[in-house]
């Protein structure tokens, strides 16, 4: 393999512009010529943002997911080892996707922050149906914290404590960009809680289980058609399931996701004679994407569940 000229992967921004430094509230420009001095790497669009938030312009974030690809299945290349080697910060979930657990193990070990610990992955995955083909799973834990706001309140306070401890003379300016953070989560929290605390149907159905937190902090209860990682297939068996389910409770909504083909959900659409609408479980932006950043897209998603749910 040749050398190919390192200044060209100094930073994902440059190979996907869409998926970096889009935040409208902070305006930093990463790797731009002032200003930024610490370099993170984000393993995903949440960390990404949350990173981008608290550290403003005094930090440059790269995000390892390629803008529209999903991350669960994350492959890395060369380019993204040397990227999470090179970085003065990498922040990632452990859990969440198998081969950036194991780059941080092999080349980025003493730079990580693992944001598994402050979100509090409390919740495991526990299908609703007997019979799961991958029984594995069913202790498997929920990585999908960022979409209950509180728990990302709490992985800013975390990220802003790391980078105070790299650049020290800092620290209040993240400590103070973590607390705008969390007031904005705060509202948004309140948001969800008044927009479904009134709904015909708390049981929502899904394209996989991503929608656990969100759940569990809101009083509704989920039914992902595939497993945690949306790629699983699901068996005939599962799809019949699915849908003797969605008669049962009524369901009146299929969601599906933006990153992923909403093949399966509109299949058992058509046989329930439900309709379908986006849930988007934000695990990266595309084009396709109902909002520009993390709350426009929280946001669209609570219209829709107050649609799909019946909610007054
Ligand atoms: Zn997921």
């Known amino acids: 393999m040749h050398r190919l000229p390192i200044a060209l992967f100094t930073s994902v921004c440059l190979l996907a512009p869409l998926s970096c430094g889009s935040d409208a509230s902070t305006d930093a420009e990463p790797s731009a010529a002032g200003g930024a001095s610490i370099e993170v790497v984000a393993s995903f669009y949440p960390l990404q943002y949350v990173v981008e938030r608290v550290g403003g312009d005094r930090v440059s974030v790269a995000n390892l997911t390629p803008s529209g690809a999903e991350p669960h299945e994350l492959e890395l290349t060369a380019q993204d080892t040397a990227e999470l080697s090179d970085a003065d910060l990498v922040v990632y979930l452990a859990g969440f996707a198998p081969a950036v657990d194991e780059g941080v193990a092999d080349v980025a070990d003493d730079h990580a922050l693992d944001v598994s610990g402050a979100a509090d992955l409390t919740l495991t995955y526990t299908p609703i149906e007997e019979g799961e083909e991958n029984p594995d799973e069913a202790n498997t834990r929920d990585p999908h914290f960022w979409l209950d706001p509180t728990r990302l309140e709490a992985v800013a306070t975390a990220v802003a404590a790391r980078l105070g401890e790299i650049d020290s003379a800092d620290a209040a300016s993240f400590t103070a960009n973590a607390a705008v953070l969390a007031s904005d989560l705060r509202q ?35 039914l992902g058609i595939t497993g945690l990682t949306p790629e699983d297939e699901p068996s005939p068996g ?25 093949a399966i959900a509109e299949t058992v659409a058509d046989e329930t004679g439900a309709t379908t609408a986006v849930l988007d479980p934000i695990e990266g932006l595309s084009d396709a994407s109902q909002g520009a ?3 426009a897209v929280m946001r669209a998603n609570l219209a829709n569940l107050r649609a799909g749910q019946g909610c007054t």
Do not use: M, W
């Open 188 to 222: 948004l929290d309140g948001e969800y809680k008044a927009g479904l605390a009134s709904c015909t149907n708390p049981v929502i159905v899904t394209s996989h289980n991503a929608f656990g937190y969100l759940a569990s902090r809101y009083g509704l209860s989920q």
């Open 238 to 262: 599962d799809l019949a399931a699915v849908t003797d389910f969605v008669k049962a409770h009524d369901v009146t909504t299929i969601y599906y996701e933006t990153l992923v083909s909403p």
């Open 293 to 295: 950043d993390y709350f």
